[in-house]
């Protein structure tokens, strides 16, 4: 049994394992993350990773959570910075986008591909990546003309391109400025013709 730990809070404690585990998978890969392995490197008990993940999965979900909530927010931070022009706006999603995948480094596809099948992960996923969706379809909408659904086609082209873009600048493949400027000039091409006037 861990003694001595400091007592932390719930949320906390939970910050604390999910750094924990993706320092881990940072460091080993996924293979290498259990919940043994997380609460013997956190300092706590194996019962208290269990009591916040319930499975290694549970804690591969969380980890893939976390790092979109903090793309998202990124991405809505830097928005409302932002000035009030479509070249801006591409240019904020692509740079939040990729500088998000350079920060997790090639953590974030590993835990992707780890949960490939998990069923619950596949709803995760399905509903995070609704959630970016609307963000940036939020964004973009000032400044073009189009029906909803073409709008969301064309944001889920730009996705597959930035996971694309994204993993080859953290697998340093590619350089950020690079990959930021190649994901907006996509943006935009695309959106380009759909101007408001």
């Known amino acids: 049994m861990v003694t001595g730990q400091k007592r932390l809070s719930r949320a906390d404690r939970r910050l604390q394992l999910l750094e924990t585990a993706q320092g881990i ?32 999965d549970g804690a591969l979900i969380a980890l893939y959570q976390r790092m979109d909530e903090d793309q998202i927010s990124a991405a809505r931070d830097a928005m409302a910075q932002a000035p009030g022009t ?5 240019e904020i999603i692509a ?5 998000c995948c350079v920060k997790v480094g090639p953590a ?9 099948g998990s069923e619950e992960m596949h709803a995760v996923k399905a509903e995070l990546r609704e959630i970016y969706i609307r ?15 073409k709008a969301r086609a064309l944001i889920v082209g730009f996705l597959g391109a930035a ?12 350089p950020r400025k690079t990959a930021v400027s190649v994901l907006t000039q996509l943006m935009l091409g695309s959106l380009s013709a759909h101007r408001a006037d």
Do not use: N
């Open 135 to 149: 963000t940036c379809h939020d964004a973009i909408k000032p400044f073009v003309t189009l029906a909803p659904s």
């Open 108 to 116: 974030f596809g590993a835990i992707s591909a780890a949960l490939e």
């Open 86 to 90: 479509l070249e801006a706006v591409c």
């Open 25 to 56: 998978v940072s460091e080993a890969g996924t293979d290498a993350l259990t919940l043994q392995t997380l609460a013997e490197r956190a300092g706590v008990t194996k019962p208290i990773a269990y009591e916040h993940f319930g499975s290694r």
């Open 95 to 99: 740079a939040s986008y990729i500088d």
């Open 163 to 174: 996971d694309a873009l994204g993993a080859d600048a953290a697998a340093g493949r590619m």
